[in-house]
T-cell receptor, first 114, second 117 residues
Framework: AQSVTQPDIHITVSEGASLELRCNYS??????LFWYVQSPGQGLQLLLK??????LVQGIKGFEAEFKRSQSSFNLRKPSVHWSDAAEYFCAVGASGGGNKLTFGTGTQLKVEL | EAEVAQSPRYKITEKSQAVAFWCDPI?????LYWYRQILGQGPELLVQFQDESVVDDSQLPKDRFSAERLKGVDSTLKIQPAELGDSAMYLC???????????????FGPGTRLTVT
């Protein structure tokens, strides 16, 4: 069975500082990996995804993530955080066997200090 | 831009009452998902439809929860009777058919926030 671990429940950064949110997955085959963002009381919006190919993927809002198979990680990064980035971030892994089932991590709450 | 629609956005109900949520996926999306998201946790899949057929309801508490997608378009999730522990955000998502076998990202609606008192 697939699983996702987001070790940081809360992270606080200053506006303009760099950001890295950690995500570790467990899956026996090639994973499909996603990062979603959720603002309070809202649904989830896709930031970026990794299916295959280049292990560094670019997403919306200036975010990027790097797939590292050897570390079973898919960390999300942003070089300069904006106050509007404050939200909850979820990493998810999809099964390559079809069915499109996603397993989500427990999320990381990002707070941005002005 | 096409979006997944959900209603109501908020629902307060008393314990033991019945409650229903509605979802209208993006037009043409064959696959529809219902998730439950408890505060402070990630979404957990309750049920997955391919057109009008259920393909995965292994995590759906079938003694009180039911879901249908009669015409393969919009869907309803029902809880009867509601319990205090059902308080959560209920999210609907949809994806197109994957003709290549590769997965699509799931497009989420705004959710229904349920509070059971």
């Amino acid at each position: 069975a697939q699983s996702v671990t987001q070790p940081d429940i809360h992270i606080t950064v200053s506006e303009g500082a760099s950001l890295e949110l950690r995500c570790n997955y467990s899956y026996g085959a090639t994973p499909y990996l996603f990062w979603y963002v959720q603002s309070p009381g809202q649904g989830l919006q896709l930031l970026l995804k990794y299916f295959s190919g280049d292990t560094l993927v670019q997403g919306i809002k200036g975010f990027e993530a790097e797939f590292k198979r050897s570390q079973s990680s898919f960390n999300l990064r942003k070089p300069s955080v904006h106050w509007s980035d404050a939200a909850e971030y979820f990493c998810a892994v999809g099964a390559s066997g079809g069915g499109n089932k996603l397993t989500f991590g427990t999320g990381t709450q990002l707070k941005v200090e002005l | 831009e096409a979006e997944v629609a959900q209603s109501p956005r908020y629902k307060i109900t008393e314990k033991s009452q019945a409650v229903a949520f509605w979802c209208d996926p993006i037009s043409g999306h064959a696959t529809l998902y219902w998730y439950r998201q408890i505060l402070g946790q990630g979404p957990e899949l309750l049920v997955q439809f391919q057109d009008e057929s259920v393909v995965d309801d292994s995590q759906l508490p079938k003694d009180r929860f039911s879901a249908e997608r009669l015409k393969g378009v919009d869907s309803t999730l029902k809880i009867q009777p509601a319990e205090l522990g059902d308080s959560a955000m209920y999210l609907c998502a949809s994806t197109p058919n994957s003709v290549s076998g590769k997965p699509y990202e799931q497009y989420f609606g705004p959710g229904t926030r349920l509070t059971v008192t």
